[in-house]
C-alpha cells in the first residue's frame, strides 16, 4: 500500500510541474506582446507619425519636384551664394532673375491650389492680386532701398512687355500655327481692359505734364499730392472693376475660367494638396521671393556697370522679360491651340493689373514709408506707354489675329527696346 501511495505521489509531484510551468510561460509571453507590441495608444501614434511624414514628403514632392519648372528653383540659392562668395553682380542679377520666375510660378500654382478651398470669388481675388508678385515684391524692395526711378521703369516695362512682346509673339505663334483660319477672341474684354489702361496712362501723364511745364502751385508738393489722390482713384477703380467681373457680369468673364477647365485632360480638377499645406507654401514661397528680390534689387546697378548697360533698359527690357518667362510662355501656348481669350487675359489682362493696382499700391506704399514716390514716371516712359495702348487698341478692335500683327507688335517692342538702350535717364543719381 505505501509503495503504491508513494508511487501515486512521485506520479502526481512529476505531472503538476510539467502541466504548470507551460501555462505561466504562454500566459507571460501573452501579456508581454501585449503590454509592449500590441498597444493600441503607440499603434495609433506611430500610424499618425506615419501619416504625416507621408503627407510631408507628398506635399514637397508636388510643388518643389514634379514640375518641369522645379529645376530652376536651385539658381535662387546659387545666386545667395555668389552675393557673398564672389563680386560679380552680374551673375547674381541673372541667376535671382531665374530663381525668381520659378519661384513665382510654383506661387501661382499654391495659389490655384487655394482657390479650390476659397471658392471661385476669393479665388479669382487672390489671383488678381498675386498674378503679379514678382512686380509686386520687387517694387516694395525698391521703394524700401529708395530706388524709386528703378521701381518706376520696371513696372512700366512689364506693361510695355505684355502688351507688345507678349501678345506680339503669341498673335504671330497662333497664326503660324492657324494660317488657314482667322483667329477670333472676345473684343468686349479686351476693350474693357484698353479703358482701363488708358485711365492709368492718364493717371501717369498729368503728373509729368505738371512737373515739366512748372505749373505746379506749390513745387515739388502739387505733383506729389496729385499722385497719390490719382493712385487713390485708380486702387477704387480697379475694384470696381473686380466688383463688376466678378458680381455684376460673371458671364461677360466667365469665358476664361471655362477655357481653363475645358483644356485640362481631367473633367473634373481636385486639390492636390490639403487647404493648411496651400497657406502653408504660399507664406513660404512668399518670403523666399522677397529674399530673392532684396538680393536682385542691390545687384542692379552692380549688373550695370558689369554689363556695360544703362539701368533704365536692364529695369524695363530684362528685368521684365525674365521675369515674367512662365506668362510669356502660357500665352504662346494658349494662343497656337486657338485660346485666344486666355491669351488676351494673361497679356492685357496682367498689364491692367500692373497699371491699375500695382503701380497705385505701391505709390500708397511709399506714402506710407515716407518715400516721395510719385506717378511722374518721366515723359520718355509715359509717351511709350500712351502710343503703346494706341497701337494695341488699334491693332484689337476688329477681334481678330493673325500672324501679321503679331510681327507688327514685336517690331514695335524692337523699336522700344532700343530707344530705352540709348536713354540715359537724367533723374537716376545711381
Known amino acids: 500500500m505505501e509503495s503504491i501511495e508513494e508511487k501515486v505521489d512521485l506520479e502526481s509531484d512529476k505531472e503538476i510541474p510539467f502541466n504548470a510551468t507551460p501555462k505561466t510561460n ?20 506611430l500610424s499618425g507619425l506615419r501619416k504625416m511624414q507621408i503627407s510631408l514628403l507628398k506635399s514637397i514632392y508636388i510643388v518643389l519636384i514634379k514640375a518641369k519648372i522645379s529645376v530652376l528653383l536651385p539658381f535662387g540659392p546659387i545666386a545667395i551664394m555668389l552675393h557673398y562668395l564672389s563680386k560679380k553682380h552680374g551673375f547674381v542679377f541673372f541667376f535671382c532673375l531665374v530663381g525668381i520666375t520659378s519661384s513665382v510660378e510654383r506661387l501661382g500654382y499654391v495659389t490655384e491650389q487655394l482657390a479650390f478651398f476659397t471658392g471661385p470669388t476669393v479665388g479669382a481675388l487672390l489671383t488678381a492680386i498675386f498674378g503679379n508678385a514678382t512686380e509686386m515684391i520687387i517694387s516694395i524692395y525698391g521703394v524700401k532701398n529708395g530706388m524709386l526711378r528703378v521701381v518706376q521703369q520696371s513696372l512700366s516695362g512689364s506693361i510695355l512687355s505684355n502688351m507688345l512682346l507678349v501678345l506680339g509673339c503669341a498673335f504671330f505663334c497662333g ?115 522677397s529674399v530673392l528680390s532684396g538680393y536682385l534689387v542691390d545687384a542692379i546697378q552692380g549688373a550695370s556697370e558689369s554689363m556695360n548697360m544703362p539701368v533704365a533698359f536692364i ?61 511722374n514716371f518721366q515723359l520718355f516712359e509715359t509717351a511709350a506707354l500712351f502710343i503703346t495702348v494706341i497701337v494695341v487698341a488699334f491693332m484689337l478692335q476688329e477681334g481678330t489675329s493673325n500672324y501679321f500683327k503679331g510681327l507688327m507688335l514685336i517690331l514695335c517692342y524692337l523699336i522700344v527696346a532700343a530707344s530705352f538702350f540709348v536713354h540715359v535717364d537724367p533723374s537716376y543719381d545711381g
Open 175 to 289: 497664326g503660324v500655327v492657324h494660317h488657314q483660319k482667322v483667329q477670333n477672341f472676345n473684343k468686349a474684354d479686351a476693350l474693357v481692359n484698353l479703358g482701363l489702361l488708358l485711365m492709368a496712362v492718364m493717371g501717369l501723364l498729368f503728373p509729368a505734364v505738371l512737373h515739366h511745364t512748372h505749373t505746379e502751385v506749390h513745387l515739388g508738393r502739387s505733383e506729389l499730392a496729385l499722385s497719390r489722390f490719382s493712385s487713390c482713384i485708380m486702387l477704387i477703380a480697379y475694384a470696381s472693376y473686380l466688383f463688376f467681373q466678378l458680381k455684376s457680369q460673371p458671364n461677360l468673364h466667365g469665358s476664361l475660367d471655362e477655357l481653363r477647365e475645358n483644356d485640362e485632360d481631367s473633367d473634373e480638377e481636385a486639390a492636390e494638396i490639403t487647404q493648411w499645406e496651400a497657406i502653408v507654401w504660399f507664406t513660404v514661397l512668399t518670403l523666399w521671393i
Open 26 to 45: 504562454k500566459r507571460q509571453s501573452f501579456n508581454f506582446e501585449a503590454n509592449d507590441v500590441i498597444s493600441p495608444s503607440k499603434v495609433s501614434s
Open 315 to 375: 529695369s524695363v527690357i530684362l528685368l521684365p522679360i525674365v521675369g515674367n518667362a512662365t506668362e510669356y510662355a502660357s500665352a504662346i501656348i494658349f494662343a497656337m491651340k486657338d485660346k485666344l481669350d486666355i491669351t488676351l487675359g494673361v497679356a492685357i489682362g496682367s498689364s491692367t493689373q500692373i497699371s491699375m493696382f500695382v503701380i497705385p499700391f505701391v505709390v500708397i506704399f511709399g506714402w506710407i514709408m515716407g518715400m516721395p514716390l510719385d506717378l
